[in-house]
């Protein structure tokens, strides 16, 4: 296996990434294919999802639409650390296309909501927290 695929995903980020799902409360079985896709089933939806792992410093929409034509519609793209962000743009068409598009501090709360796609955290006040990125790609 190489260290790195086409989308420069480091085989230690892949491994973190495949940790945090098989830990979570929610996770059921578990699979990994193409190197950055993975089948999960969550236990209280009794659904399948499909996650693709990525590390973006900012995912935009080309991006976006980049790994829907490598990998099929996926349920969840992960994007990476809270470092990491995505344009409204992006975020946008992901939400009408029900696509989940998060950062690591979103995914757990995403794995746990049955409209995993709309899920977002909140800050005191109840406000959605959106992870934008200033940079436009």
């Given at each position: 296996m190489s260290e790195r695929n086409s989308w420069g995903v480091s085989?230690?980020?892949?491994?973190?990434?495949?940790?945090?799902?098989?830990?979570?409360?929610?996770?059921?079985?578990l699979s990994?294919?193409?190197?950055?896709?993975?089948?999960?089933?969550?236990?209280?939806?009794?659904?399948?999802?499909?996650?693709?792992?990525?590390?973006?410093?900012?995912?935009g929409l080309t991006a976006v639409q980049r790994v829907i034509h490598e990998f099929g519609k996926p349920s969840i793209i992960y994007?990476?650390?809270?470092?990491?962000g995505y344009t409204e743009q992006a975020?946008?068409?992901?939400?009408?296309?029900?696509?989940?598009?998060?950062?690591?501090?979103?995914?757990?709360?995403?794995?746990?909501?049955t409209e995993y796609w709309a899920y977002h955290q909140r800050d005191k006040d109840g406000n959605p927290i959106h992870h934008l990125s200033r940079d436009q790609a």
């Open positions: 085989f230690s980020h892949i491994s973190w990434f495949e940790r945090l799902l098989s830990a979570h409360g929610n996770c059921g079985t990994r294919h193409d190197d950055l896709v993975f089948e999960l089933s969550r236990k209280r939806q009794a659904d399948q999802l499909s996650i693709v792992c990525l590390n973006e410093y900012t995912m994007i990476g650390g809270g470092w990491c975020k946008q068409f992901c939400l009408s296309e029900r696509i989940g598009l998060y950062v690591t501090n979103e995914m757990s709360g995403a794995l746990w909501a």
